[in-house]
Structure formats: C-alpha cells, structure tokens
C-alpha cells in the first residue's frame, strides 16, 4: 500500500490521479491533499477518500470547508505553510506535485527535501529553479518521476539503452488549436477559441500554453533538469494526433517512441508504480486505434515561444524563471481579456529581452527574479 498526498487535487492531473487510486484501492491510500478555492469539489474528495489532512487558499476558504464536512476528522490547513506542511507529511511517501504555475514551487521543494517520491506534473518548478530542485533531489534521496506525457514516455524510451549512445531526445507536440492558423489570424484569436485544444481536456491556464506552444517550450527546459540533456540533444516535432508522445533517438538510428491514446491517467498511473504498472480501465488497443501518424517542424516564426524557450535554456540562470513569470502575468492577463493572443508571447519575448541573467543558485535569487518578470511584464502590458 502506497501513502500518497496530492498537490491540486482539484485540478485536471489531480482528479485523474485519484480516478486512478480508486480503480486501485488496495495499492494506494491518499493521506493529503492540497487545492486552491475549489473547495466544494474538495469538500468530496474529502468524503470519498478520508485523507489525514488537507490544505486551501486561505483561512477563510479553510472556515468554509470545514462547514460543509461535518463529522469528518480531517485536519483542515491553509495557505502556503499548509501546502508545504501536506508536502512534507511524515505519513506520505510518494506525492503527486500538480499545482499550476511557479505556485507549486515550494510545496515541490518541500517533498524534494523531505526525500518523497515526487510524481511531477508542475513542470514549472523545474523550469524555475531546476539547479536547486535537482540538487536537494540529490542530498535527499527524493526520485522524480515525470507525469508529462511527453517527458513520461522519454523517461521510459531511456530505459531501453544506455545514455552515452543516445543522439538525441525528440519532444512531439500537438500544435494546439491554431496549428494550421496564419500569423495574421492568431491577432484577434477569442479566449473561448483558445482554449479549445484539439486532443486534451486540461485546465485553462496550460490550455493557453499549448496554443501558444509555450508549454512545449517550457518542457524543454523541464527536460534538461530531468534527464540531462543540453539544447544541442532536445529537438521538438509536430504531431498532431498526441498518439506519440515523445522519442529517443539513438546513435544506430533507432528511434524508440512511447504510444498511447490521449489519456493523463497512463503517466500518472506509471509515475506512482515506477518501475511496475497496474492496470487501467478502457486501455486495449486495435488495429484501428490510431489511424494517420503524421510529424512536421516546428513553424518558429509563427510559434516564437520555441525559439525563446531555447533561448532561455542556453542562457540559463534567472532567464527561465522569468521567461515563466512574464508568462504567466501574460496567460492571465488574456483570459482576463486585457490581453491579445499574440501579445502573451510577444510580451514575454520584452521582458526577457530587458532581464539581467543572475546564477539561479539560490532560492532568494529565483523569487526576486521571478517578482521582477511579472512588475515588467504588467507594466509592459498596461502601456
């Protein structure tokens, strides 16, 4: 039996983890939990799953929880010491980091430190402080699994050789709603259009990463801090169908790719199992399962967020912590409708190019760093 806490249990990646842990309640009982305001859904997370404690927003929202579980014993904490408190539960083993966004960087270095076994769908805290993640995951004893499907499947294509005679790793990406949009149609794009991605059902916030193709950026940087590989060994290939999730390209030539049907919950479930697996629901491939593979480069002028997260990568430092900051002001700032679609990128693309690159060695210097992008990032917006 398996103790696991997740981190934004709410959310899309923590819904389907506990969809997983109920087709399994033998192998997994869940201990903590940890979600922002969606405090009626967690309310029955908290009745099906009986965790030990839980964490939200703020008091308030913790009052108000409290109200509608009468009789349930479950400790009720709050704010940002409550989430790195469910973290870093001595009861916990393994934890499921999936908060959205450089929030859920210090609930992650908490479990980091605490030596857990981080299942990672917060492919921000990599790219905000990947050196100081990577390095307490050493100190500690702490193993990252990668939730990501196309870092999952790298993760799993490695298993089959040895790293030395790998040439490269191939990351696919669907290209999102506006694959086949020109530049010019991208200007006046309606939030409601953006946030229909085309073979994944994801909270608002990533959705607008994959139309930008910015999340994709973002998981090349994510994919240095996991597997070690410079921007040199990391290209990036348009796949539209998501049956492909990612490739390992080998010296002989050997391409070894991890397929699937579109589903978070077979990530998830191997994350949690490593080196193991368990059966899912609804999972029996046919002939007929995945019709027309195709693949394509990727159009970096009409995606300049490739391009920049590159950039980022190679320049290192402060420059990646920013490059999510300026981001993540940008993706708000649109949804709330101030912005237009092109101006997420092109704002972030400013605020890079006005950053002083600092050693990204120290907690203090990320968080300064990170504060930093998103004051230019709204100042650069409100002008």
């Not at 409290?66 to 704010?79: S, V, Y």
């Not at 479930?269 to 193991?276: M, N, R, S, V």
Request: hydrophobic share 45%; with cysteine; net charge negative.
């Amino acid at each position: 039996m398996k103790n696991i806490s997740i981190l934004g249990s709410t959310g899309s990646i923590g819904q389907q983890t506990l969809d997983v842990v109920s087709q399994h309640p033998d192998k997994f009982r869940v201990v903590g939990l940890t979600a922002g305001e969606n405090i009626q859904l967690l309310a029955e997370q908290i009745r099906a799953f009986k965790p030990v404690a839980v964490s939200v927003r703020d008091k308030a929202l913790a009052d108000t929880l409290r109200a509608l579980i009468p009789g349930e014993k479950t400790e009720i904490l709050h704010g940002e010491i409550g989430a790195c408190e469910i973290a870093g539960m001595e009861e916990s083993g393994h934890v499921v980091s999936s908060i959205v966004g450089a929030s859920g960087l210090l609930p992650t270095l908490t479990a980091v430190k605490a030596g857990k076994n981080i299942a990672l769908a917060n492919k921000e805290s990599l790219v905000v402080a990947g050196e100081i993640i990577t390095r307490e995951a050493e100190k500690s004893g702490s193993v990252i699994i990668p939730v990501d499907s196309e870092h999952s499947a790298i993760f799993q294509a490695l298993e089959c050789g040895s790293r030395e005679h790998v040439k490269r790793i191939i990351l696919t990406a669907s290209g999102g709603p506006f694959l086949n949009a020109s530049r010019e149609e991208l200007e006046n794009v309606p939030v409601e259009v953006a946030l229909k991605h085309p073979t994944w059902k994801m909270g608002s916030k990533i959705t607008i990463d994959s139309a930008t193709l910015m999340n994709k950026g973002f998981e090349v940087i994510e994919a240095r801090w996991l597997f070690g590989f410079g921007a040199g060994s990391i290209s990036v290939w348009i796949h539209p169908q998501s049956i492909v999730h990612s490739m390992v390209e080998y010296i002989d030539g050997s391409l070894i790719s991890q397929m699937s049907k579109p589903d978070m919950r077979i990530p998830i479930a191997y994350a949690l199992t490593y080196p193991g697996r368990i059966e899912l629901n609804g999972h029996t491939a046919t002939p007929g399962s995945f019709g027309e593979l195709t693949f394509a480069e990727v159009d970096r002028e009409k995606f300049p967020s490739i391009p920049l997260a590159f950039g980022a990568l190679e320049e290192g430092g402060t420059m990646p912590a920013v490059m999510n900051g300026a981001n993540e002001v940008a993706v708000h700032e649109f949804l709330s409708g101030r912005l237009g679609f092109t101006g997420i990128v092109n704002t972030v693309e400013k605020v890079m190019e006005l950053h002083k690159t600092q050693p990204a060695d120290s907690l203090e210097a990320v968080l300064e760093s990170d504060a930093w992008a998103r004051e230019t990032a709204l100042a650069i917006i409100g002008n």
